[in-house]
């Protein structure tokens, strides 16, 4: 059996055994760069793409310094969403089976019953505390959670806490923590506006961006599809029902529009999971536990779905339009091809969406251009050619484009041989004018020449 290449990092068994049974045996490159040096108790500033393994960077070794017979918060760990939230938890849950010690880990988020967590609270004190911002700052000024003595703060996804408003829950729970307490802030980007928080909360901290060939992981596939005639609903439909997936999430940018993609694919007696904001959070966890016990095979979602889900499996994402911010593109994408698995991503682009794609280029993302014909996806001639031969033919002489565009109204199968007969002509003519224009000028200025000399 090969020697798990995690062991590098000197952690404890239980934490090799947990990372064994996820099949995670090599350290991606973000983890192999920040371990270490977290493990050092330093304050580290990780950012790196989405699916690039950093809930582990921060959770091994959170688990590999954790002292069980502390029953007091020796972690807070905050996530802009409920899901993502739930998604560490659950991860968290799996290292914390392997102690032979009791490791009590809890998970505060909105949209639940707060009286449930208070009752929670007082007859255990979390060892681990993992939620979303607003919840968590809630039960600490209610008195009920005390996390002064948390020697460590996580903050996942931070550029997506900044854009969700929850920094400033999040600056009130850094401030109730011990000055010494090492502090991890983890993001795909990390925005400019989030540097005083940094400067005011970190010591000494190591910023990192782990480097990438691209922004998307080379394990994905990306395809694009032109929507032209065909309705978007009845493409998706086409997509989906070709065989050969395991799993496909359809990304949709409004909530509106996913509940219309949704019943229409129900229509078409699909079965079918539907994620976004309408979905009470009851429900939408309830669904999502479905999903990762493999009920459904067809997701429907928004991005707010786009961090939070965390589902093994997925065999290929679908983008029914591109989002406006690129990123919650990234992320999108990111939902497949994760831990080198290899995916697919799907977009499916409309005429007025050719400068979103262009942008999507321009940031190093390489698109395969598809098309759907009788059923199945085949290559499609690349969108560019049409634009690169227009552009060949404007150079042509405007009386020749006149010329040509005229033949080809008027003469029968053989206009071709006429319209090369007609370009020869035509360079013959431009040849004998610049032959006489050339003579002209040279008797001109042998005039000239001998008039200066009778001077």
């Known amino acids: 059996m090969a020697t798990n290449q995690f062991a590098q990092f000197n952690l404890k068994p239980e934490v090799i055994d947990s990372l064994t049974e996820i099949g995670f045996t090599k350290p991606t490159k973000v983890q192999q760069r ?69 490791l009590r880990i809890s998970n505060f988020v909105g949209g639940t019953d707060k009286q449930r967590s208070i009752n929670a609270l007082q007859k255990n004190n979390p060892q681990i505390v993992i939620g979303t911002p607003g919840r968590i700052l809630d039960l600490y000024k209610s008195g009920d959670l005390s996390i ?15 854009d969700m408003g929850f920094l ?25 506006k989030l ?18 060939e691209t922004v998307i992981a080379d394990t994905i596939e990306n395809w694009l599809i032109a929507s032209k005639s065909k309705t978007k609903n009845e493409l998706i439909y086409q997509l989906l029902t070709r065989g050969g997936t395991y799993m496909t999430i359809v990304f949709a940018n409004t909530k509106e529009r996913a509940k219309e ?15 976004h904001g309408d979905i009470e959070p009851r429900e939408r966890k309830r669904t999502i536990n479905r999903v990762k016990k493999d009920e459904f095979q067809y997701i429907v979602a928004t991005d707010l779905a786009a961090r939070g889900l965390d589902i093994n499996g997925v065999s290929e994402v679908i983008n029914d339009d591109i989002p406006e911010n690129h990123e919650f593109f990234i992320h999108r994408v990111g939902r497949t091809g994760r831990n080198g698995m290899k995916g697919l991503a799907i977009t499916i682009y409309g005429p007025d969406e050719e400068n979103k794609v262009e942008e999507l280029e321009e940031l190093g993302i390489k698109f395969i251009p598809k098309q759907m014909k009788n059923g199945q996806v085949v290559d ?26 005229k033949k080809k109204k008027t003469v029968k199968p053989g206009y071709k041989n006429q319209i090369k007969t007609a370009i020869k002509r035509k360079k013959q003519m431009d040849a004998r004018i610049e032959q006489r224009t050339n003579q002209r000028n040279a008797r001109k200025a042998n005039k000239a020449k001998h008039a200066n000399d009778t001077y």
Do not use: C, W
């Open 34 to 102: 920040l371990i270490p040096v977290i493990l050092s108790g330093r304050d580290v500033a990780g950012q790196s793409q989405t699916g690039s393994g950093k809930t582990h960077t921060f959770l091994i070794p959170i688990f590999n310094k954790i002292d069980v017979s502390n029953h007091n918060v020796q972690v807070v760990i905050t996530a802009p969403s409920r899901e993502l939230a739930t998604q560490i938890y659950d991860a968290a849950k799996l290292f914390a089976s392997k102690f032979s010690l009791e």
């Open 148 to 162: 002064y003595t948390a020697e460590t703060m996580v903050i996942d996804e931070a550029d997506m806490t900044l």
């Open 168 to 192: 400033d829950e999040v600056d009130q729970i850094a401030s109730a923590l011990p000055k010494d307490a090492q502090l991890l802030v983890f993001s795909a980007t990390l925005p400019k």
């Open 195 to 212: 540097e005083p928080f940094l400067r005011k909360y970190m010591n000494n901290p190591l910023i990192e961006e782990i480097p990438t």
């Open 261 to 275: 993609i949704a019943s229409f694919l129900r229509g078409q007696g699909l079965k079918l999971a539907e994620i």
């Open 380 to 405: 499609q001639r690349d969108r560019r050619a049409r634009t690169n031969r227009k552009a060949t033919t404007q150079k042509l002489d405007g009386a020749l484009v006149g010329m040509i565009v």
